[in-house]
């Protein structure tokens, strides 16, 4: 009789690595629970987004031309307000990311003169240029007059008030967080932290807009940064909130009027929201979100048990098994480029898309230097799907998140421990 033993060893994995993976997954299997309620709770919290907003299969219908009057874009915007509490929302197929829908967030709303401060130190390596901080033949915000400052958090990677209170003393109109780690050896910032570091600037400047870049991060708690002060929000809908099924897009929550000076960036002064083409995505998009919960709380899963396993091995991880999360990325530091590919290439050949490909590092645009990237997904790019890279630099720390179910961040685990010993780079004792 066939069991999933037989299948593993006909994916090339030896029982001694299965074996010590389980064990591994046996030592975490109480952190489910309460990953469970939370899926649990905002799976409630988006289906009563949808029954409050009367979403009706009317809404999965689109147009043409203009795109005036189409009554599903407006609904997916009404319940993209609705789950994350926000006066209004932007939610687009034709934002092509999380970079783009950030991108828009800052220029929609910065003014020359007017002063950005992240308090999350450098943000993610793609806005780089976007700011000015590295040199690009398009329009950075710096070119049209933008003052950029940042604070680093601090060394237990929560954030540094005294430096935000003498950083702010300047005038601040701005203030910018990353909830998640990107490429810094860091761990995402929690929601409890995130409350409290508004209310202590809006103490110092009550007028200062805060920006929040929720990648990564969304479903991971019972609320989100909109929901404990942010004034600003964007996501992409290849990650967390599209569920995997979304074929593209981003959104932008918040405040109505920031909504409407980001809208005119997005279309044109004077049009804003009322335009653009959903091109029948509406459907895709409202059930992405749906299942989003549930494939969230997986591929959460799936990065504590990563978290563990390598752990166990001897390396340096981040977040630790045990650390309360905010974002499903994991990173682990192999300290050699051999060992950071070898992963790459094994968590390649765990997916269901192009697992006979072989990833090798390239320059990829928006990035400093080479960077792998193993992401054999049903949407190219996606991050909630089963996926990993890293930049090539030391000290060589790869990064992990996604999976559409914990079955499957699972296998690319174990995928990837198997690659990593089948290439002698790991000796099981």
Not at 27 to 43: G, L, P, V, W
Not at 45 to 51: D, E, F, G, R, Y
């Amino acid at each position: 009789m066939l069991n999933k033993y037989s299948y593993f060893q006909k994916l090339g994995i030896a029982l001694d690595t299965i074996s010590f993976i389980e064990q591994c997954e046996q030592d975490i299997k109480t952190q489910f629970n309460a990953i469970d309620d939370i899926a649990e709770f905002n799976q409630l919290k988006v289906l009563h987004a949808m029954q409050e907003n009367r979403l009706s299969d009317i809404h999965f219908n689109w147009n043409t031309g203009y795109g005036y009057d189409d009554i599903g874009r407006e609904a997916v915007e009404n319940v993209y307000k609705t789950v994350f509490g926000t006066e209004d929302a932007i939610v687009r197929p034709i934002i092509v990311s999380g970079t783009h829908a950030l991108t828009l967030m800052l220029t929609g709303i910065l003014r020359p003169k007017q002063r950005m401060l992240s308090i999350t130190g450098r943000p993610y390596d793609t806005l780089e240029k976007v700011i000015g901080l590295s040199a690009s033949s398009a329009l950075s915000l710096m070119d049209i007059g933008v003052v950029y400052d940042e604070v680093s958090l601090n060394q237990d990677g929560g954030f540094d008030e005294t430096s935000i209170k003498n950083a702010m003393s300047l005038q601040t109109d701005v203030v910018y967080i990353q909830r998640s780690a990107g490429y810094a050896w860091r761990r995402g910032l929690t929601i409890d932290e995130i409350s409290n570091i508004i209310r202590f600037v809006k103490a110092l400047a009550p007028d200062c807009i805060v920006m929040v870049d929720n990648c990564y991060g969304e479903f991971l708690d019972y609320q989100e940064p909109t929901e404990v002060g942010a004034d600003l929000m964007a996501g992409s809908l290849i990650k967390n909130p599209g569920g995997g099924l979304a074929l593209s897009g981003g959104y932008i929550v918040g405040k109505a009027h920031l909504i409407d000076q980001v809208a005119g960036r997005m279309t044109s002064p004077g049009i804003g929201k009322e335009c653009g083409l959903t091109f029948g995505q509406t459907r895709p998009i409202l059930q992405g979100l749906f299942m989003a919960p549930k494939v969230v709380s997986g591929a959460l899963k799936g990065a504590i048990l990563c978290s563990k396993v390598y752990k166990s091995l001897g390396y340096q991880v981040n977040p630790s098994p045990n650390s309360n999360r905010s974002d499903i990325i994991q990173a682990i530091e192999f300290g050699s480029a051999d060992k950071v590919i070898a992963f790459c290439q094994g968590i390649q050949s765990a997916s269901p898309i192009d697992s006979f490909v072989t990833p090798e590092p390239w320059a990829m645009p928006g990035y400093n230097s080479d960077v792998i990237m193993a992401a054999g997904a049903f949407v190219q790019g996606s991050s909630i799907e089963l996926s990993a890279d890293a930049p090539i630099r030391p000290p060589y720390i790869a990064y992990f998140q996604g999976g559409l179910t914990y079955e499957h961040s699972k296998f690319g685990v174990i995928k990837s421990l198997q690659t990593l010993r089948d290439h002698n780079l790991i000796i099981m004792r």
